[in-house]
């Protein structure tokens, strides 16, 4: 078990006192005296230190009887940076939770998909986080209600079911003990607080022509640098599935419930997020995925100081601070994609990808854009005839063993897995070599010390810069980088005039 900041009391006391947003998400404030709890930054006088108590947990917080501060609102800062930098149980965890599976198999299928015991996993996030899965799968629907109560004219009722909660009763009370208002009185206070405001900085629904529409602000820590980030994935989108429209990266989202279109616009202080969702209940994981797509929860500060202890690193990061790893919405989705770009040019993928898009993905209205289809299912892939697939053989005996196995349940991809014994499973099928399995590891597992030695781009960039070339030497140079080389990949990348490290216009 791994011991959090919120143990290091002198230290989260200094955070507080110096209103440190970078803390944010990594330990929360609960204060004796008023029985309210608050994030490192809330701009409130600092209460004194005797007063103070921390927690690793919005929900441990609650489960200790403090209510969310009106003024900080903690339940909406960026997630804790350590879920998607580590590896063991309680992060796989706490990545499965986020995604929703609490809300949709209960605590018998997390720990299914995890391999555990619910004893075990109760116990280690208890021991952890001071709450249980329940418990922090409660503080998310309270989140989801929030929003949906402060961004949408949905009746109350609406709300509560696509929430996540089971009954009106139970919605009622929670928000009431979390946020100490009901959830009229909850809604009554953003409508009175925007009637006043100059410039209503709380996010607003679409209005009563588009149901279904939400927009919101996405939080993370600065800095962040959007260039690598959306020209990657505006560079390499699929037609049909992604765009780049109006400044915004846009794409279709398979969703448990239903479907769902979001677009991504970069902000200096936020991610602004639009969302069309064919079914509310989807709000929560839709919300969760586009943050890991983006890599919110990042910790900036951390990876860039650990990077510019290499001295031929160290100007690339000083230029450009804050850049992100540009994952996925889908892990098998963009395994497949991997595979389709093997030793192909980033066109030539692209290409392969909307063909497979347009004869074998699910069609989708898009009234706002371009987008026409979801990216096709694996058991779709592998109900399509081989000889169809314009690509080498032995690439297509690597493409139909991959969508067999990810349709047959053999090989699964999800933020569930295990990092290392996926790249075993992955390196095992007949075409996956170290450069296919790491860029997987990488923007689909969200490995964040996955590394690239192999690859071109990467290998011309450190000639270049002096670093060592070949890929032994260089691997033991990126020692030094760890656990952060999959953003060194990044900074290294971004020296190339590649259409994929630049802003779109």
């Known amino acids: 078990m791994q011991t959090g900041m919120y143990t290091e009391t002198e230290r989260c006391v200094r955070a507080v006192q110096s209103k440190d947003a970078r803390f944010d998400g990594w330990f929360f404030t609960a204060v004796l005296t008023t029985r309210i709890y608050c ?9 004194k230190p005797e007063n103070m108590t921390f927690h690793p947990s919005a929900a441990a917080c609650q489960q200790a009887g403090f209510r969310a501060c009106k003024r900080c609102r903690p339940d909406t800062s960026p997630g804790s940076p350590e879920w998607n930098q580590r590896a063991d149980l309680v992060a796989r965890a706490m990545r499965l939770i986020a995604d929703g599976v609490v809300d949709r198999e209960g605590v018998p299928g997390l720990a299914a998909r995890l391999g555990y015991s619910t004893r075990q996993i109760e116990r280690q996030l208890l021991a952890e986080l001071g709450a249980g899965p329940l418990a922090l799968a409660r503080a998310q629907r309270a989140q989801t209600a929030r ?21 009106i009763r139970t919605f009622n009370d929670t928000v009431r003990e979390v946020f100490a208002l009901s959830p009229s009185e909850l809604r009554a206070r953003v409508r009175g607080r925007a009637a006043t405001a100059v410039a209503d900085p709380v ?36 037609p049909g599935v992604e765009e780049w429209r109006d400044g915004a990266y846009r794409r279709t989202l398979r969703l448990p419930y239903g479907h769902g279109v979001v677009a991504l616009t970069p902000r200096p202080d936020h991610i602004a997020c639009r969302l069309r969702l064919s079914d509310l209940r989807d ?37 450009a601070p804050g850049r992100r790893v540009p994952r996925t919405v889908d892990e098998a989705e963009f395994a497949v994609r991997a595979v389709l770009g093997q030793q192909v040019s980033t066109a030539a993928a692209r290409t392969h990808a909307g063909r497979l898009v347009t004869a074998h993905g699910e069609p989708v209205d898009d009234p706002e854009g371009g987008l026409t289809h979801l ?31 990810l349709a047959d349940g053999t090989l699964q991809l999800g933020v569930e897995s295990d990092w290392s014994d996926t790249r075993a499973r ?31 781009g990467i290998r011309r960039a450190a000639q270049e810069l002096g670093l060592p070339s070949t890929p032994a030497a260089l691997t033991a140079r990126a020692a030094a980088w760890r656990p952060w080389r999959a953003y060194a990949v990044q900074y290294l ?8 490290n630049f802003l779109p216009v």
């Open 493 to 500: 990348w971004a020296t190339d005039s590649h259409p994929i």
């Open 203 to 238: 996010p607003r629904s679409a209005g009563p022509g588009t149901p279904g529409v939400l927009n919101l602000r996405l939080p993370f820590r600065a800095p962040l640098n959007p260039d690598n980030l959306f020209g990657h994935l505006a560079a390499t989108a699929v």
């Open 147 to 167: 929003i949906l109560i402060e961004t949408t004219p949905l009746p109350m009722a609406d709300v509560a079911f696509a929430a996540g909660f089971s009954a």
């Open 426 to 456: 992955l390196l095992a099928l007949p075409g996956f070599g170290p450069w296919t399995v790491d860029v997987i590891a990488m923007r689909a597992l969200g490995d964040p010390d996955a590394f690239l030695p192999t690859d071109l």
């Open 375 to 405: 990216f096709p299912t694996p058991e779709a892939l592998a109900a399509l005839d081989p000889d169809s697939l314009a690509m080498p053989r032995t690439r297509r005996t690597t493409f139909t063993t991959l969508v067999n196995q």
């Open 283 to 319: 709000l929560t994981v839709a919300i969760s995925r586009c943050r890991r797509m983006l890599d919110l929860d990042a910790d900036p500060v951390a990876i860039d100081d650990q990077l510019r202890t290499d001295p031929l690193l160290a100007p690339l990061v000083d230029k």
């Open 39 to 47: 994030r490192p930054s809330c701009p409130v006088v600092p209460p």
